[in-house]
């Protein structure tokens, strides 16, 4: 095991070296100069399209753009929001998340044209709308080896590892709370209910996730502002820890994180990506079997996703285990969140922070579960049709009980390397696209905003 875990840390040592970092950063930028910073100009525009009356001529079955929404934030805000942040934080040092906000304001651009191009090149397959990323790279960039890889890649990516990490997360929080709960046990709870979600389709996963992700979002929001506020002492000093940690992450904590700034920068944006997902091709296809009337609406409201995951929920996570001093702990992943609730409530009970990370991380990994699985299914249809759905179905669920068994470490590891090779192929379209997107926009404000 440990030879593994050294080879695949090698392989993402290259795949998310400077190189990846810049075709990150850089595709956003240049989506934040050439949209004329549409994340600031057109928030509140964005805001309206969630409550606006939406109109599609097409019949087939879909989404709501509400229900777009929660699909695709049901998908980023999970265990990357309370494992993965404490995990760049441990490794990164609290500068990580200074690194991590950047890539999200960047990657509010980023996402907003993946929600365009997705609306853009979608499709209808048996009376079902279907696309995303394999879809307008075929059918945008006229690659369908590209578009191939990328499938592939996405299925190994989210389908199978990354729902392994969401099973493993749960499991281990699970632990936690209920020490006696056997982990093999806690798998096969998860697969049962996520595969009685799946069998629903796309009607019965939109109706879950509009339905669980406002309740698990402020459960955990919640939560989180009584301890900042009951800490309040300790805001600003860790903010400043933020900041300054992002240039000198060893002066920050006083040495306790032997971090450099290449760490906070990769540890940040690479968890960031989990978290988010902007850029990494798999929020576009809740986005589209959106109905709406212009693809830029339901752009707009991609861009809603970020702020709530990293703007919101992300933040909440790390000023917790920042304010708590629960990063001079030595402990990482779900762990080290758990500590910091844990000390956070430790005026009201010891276990109640605990058990209340064990609960929302459930629903929090769980919901994307069942967003992973959807996009996973998407790109099985790209590649063999229906008839490849039900072999998938059965591989995702076999590895939702696997997964409460590995190693934690190992797992997160192998989920960045697959991430990894999933954005290439994306970016490249992103980049390629880049027209279409802006002349999407001008489109947009000719029709609606002029008018």
């Not at 240039?247 to 040495?255: D, E, K, L, S």
């Amino acid at each position: 095991m440990a030879n593994i875990m050294e080879v695949v840390d090698k392989i993402n040592d290259v795949l998310w070296g400077p190189f990846m970092m810049f075709l990150l950063l850089g595709t956003g930028l240049m989506y934040t100069i050439r949209l004329r910073f549409i994340q600031v100009t057109k928030l509140g525009t964005a805001a309206k399209q969630i409550f606006g009356k939406q109109e599609n001529e097409s019949g087939a079955e879909g989404l709501s753009p509400f229900q777009s929404l929660t699909t695709a934030i049901a998908a980023q805000v999970g265990t990357g929001n309370l494992a993965g942040v404490a995990t760049a934080i441990a490794s990164g040092g609290p500068g990580a998340v200074f690194w991590m906000w950047l890539s999200a304001f960047l990657g509010m651009g980023t996402i907003f044209s993946e929600a365009v191009l997705a609306q853009l090149f979608n499709e209808e397959r048996d009376g079902v709308l279907t696309g995303g990323p394999a879809y307008y790279i075929s059918k945008g960039l006229k690659s369908k080896f590209l578009a191939g890889f990328f499938a592939i890649s996405i299925v190994m990516a989210l389908g199978i590892m990354g729902n392994i990490v969401q099973s493993n997360s749960i499991t281990t929080a699970v632990k936690n709370a209920i020490p006696t709960i056997p982990p093999i046990l806690v798998g096969i709870i998860i697969a049962i209910l996520a595969g009685m979600i799946f069998i629903g389709g796309i009607s019965r996963i939109g109706s879950f996730t509009e339905k669980v992700v406002p309740i698990m979002a402020a459960l955990y929001i919640l939560g989180g502002l009584a301890i900042i506020i009951m800490n309040i002492d300790m805001l600003l000093p860790s903010l400043k820890m933020i900041v300054y940690g992002a240039f000198n992450p060893r002066a920050a904590t006083g040495g306790l994180i032997g971090a450099t700034i290449k760490e906070s920068i990769r540890y940040g944006v690479a968890r960031g990506l989990f978290s988010n997902e902007a850029g990494m091709g798999s929020t576009p296809h809740a986005h589209a079997v959106a109905k709406v009337n212009h693809p830029v609406k339901q752009g707009l409201i991609s861009m809603l996703g970020v702020i709530v995951d990293t703007g919101i929920v992300c933040t909440i996570t790390a000023l917790v285990i920042i304010m708590t001093g629960a990063l001079g702990t030595g402990l990482t992943g779900p762990e080290l969140t758990q500590e910091g609730f844990r000390l956070g409530f430790s005026g009201i009970t010891s276990r109640f922070g605990v058990q209340l990370i064990a609960v929302t991380l459930f629903f929090f990994a769980f919901s994307t579960i069942i967003g992973w699985y959807f996009f996973g299914e998407q790109n099985i249809k790209y590649l063999f049709g229906n008839k490849g759905v039900l072999f998938y179905r059965v591989l995702v669920l076999a590895g939702i009980v696997v997964g409460a068994l590995l190693d934690v470490e190992l797992v997160w590891s192998l989920a960045d390397m697959f991430n990894a090779l999933m954005v290439i192929p994306n970016l490249i379209a992103l980049v390629g696209l880049s027209s279409l997107v802006v002349k999407s926009v001008k489109d947009f404000s000719q029709k609606y905003e002029k008018r």
